[in-house]
């Protein structure tokens, strides 16, 4: 348990790097959180800094859930004997948690992070690098029919455990309960979207909508 506990909060602590405010740093002391919807994330990056900046943030924010599922788990630790009761697999899985758990609640920053899309897509570089492709389209096809960022990331998050169940199972057992607990985060971390698109005032990109007219983005 010890392994586990240790390389938990190493994953956690590579988490809260925030690429948001590391490149705000770089930008001359830039917070987001203060800016647009508050996120610490790629999305409001974009809104309120524009391609580069949000680039960079997204870079940063899958990065740390590929070190944090992949490098960490496998790190030789002084004091901290590899624990042979341990199933590496599930060490994996917790540390991948562990990363998306930090950058949403960031210990270096008061708690306040991102929602953990960004984080949870680096994570399944490791634990799951055959679906990130399908993840991705579904993602682009809601968000083109949409216009909805935070309803393109929850119906992604929900069709990956729902083509694991139905595809993958009885195999990839760790891969789908780390999906299906995901899933229920990220949906749960996006409730402030689903009350604006309830109340009609959700951020909605119009232009990259395939059937929308509006030339604009749609703020009502």
């Given at each position: 348990?010890?392994?586990l506990g240790?390389?938990?909060?190493i ?9 948001a ?13 203060t800016?647009?919807s508050?996120?610490?994330?790629g ?8 391609a ?13 859930g ?8 496998e ?5 901290v ?13 917790c ?12 210990i270096y920053?008061g ?11 680096g994570?399944?570089?490791?634990l ?25 990331t ?5 069709a990956?455990p729902?083509?694991?169940g139905i ?16 899933m ?6 996006h ?7 309830r ?6 990109n ?6 929308s007219r ?7």
């Amino acid at each position: 348990m010890l392994e586990l506990g240790v390389k938990f909060l190493i994953s956690y602590f590579i988490g809260s790097l925030m690429g948001a405010m590391i490149v705000g740093r770089l930008r001359g002391g830039v917070d987001i959180r203060t800016m647009g919807s508050g996120n610490a994330g790629g999305t409001n990056a974009l809104r309120t800094q524009g391609a580069v900046f949000a680039i960079g943030v997204v870079i940063i924010d899958i990065g740390k859930g590929v070190v944090g599922a992949g490098l960490v788990p496998e790190l030789q630790l002084p004091f901290v004997p590899e624990d042979p009761m341990l199933s590496r697999t599930w060490l994996t899985v917790c540390c991948a948690a562990a990363a998306v758990l930090g950058h949403v609640w960031p210990i270096y920053h008061g708690f306040k992070g991102g929602k953990g899309a960004g984080t949870f897509v680096g994570t399944l570089v490791v634990l799951g690098p055959q679906v990130i492709v399908g993840v991705i389209l579904v993602w682009v096809a809601t968000l083109v029919l949409s216009g909805f960022v935070g309803l393109a990331t929850m119906v992604a998050a929900t069709a990956l455990p729902l083509y694991l169940g139905i595809m993958v199972l009885p195999d990839e057992q760790p891969l789908f309960i780390y999906s299906v607990v995901m899933m229920m985060c990220i949906i749960f971390w996006h409730r402030s979207n689903v009350q604006r698109m309830r109340e009609g005032s959700e951020h909605r990109n119009s232009r990259l909508m395939i059937f929308s007219r509006k030339g604009n983005d749609d703020e009502s």
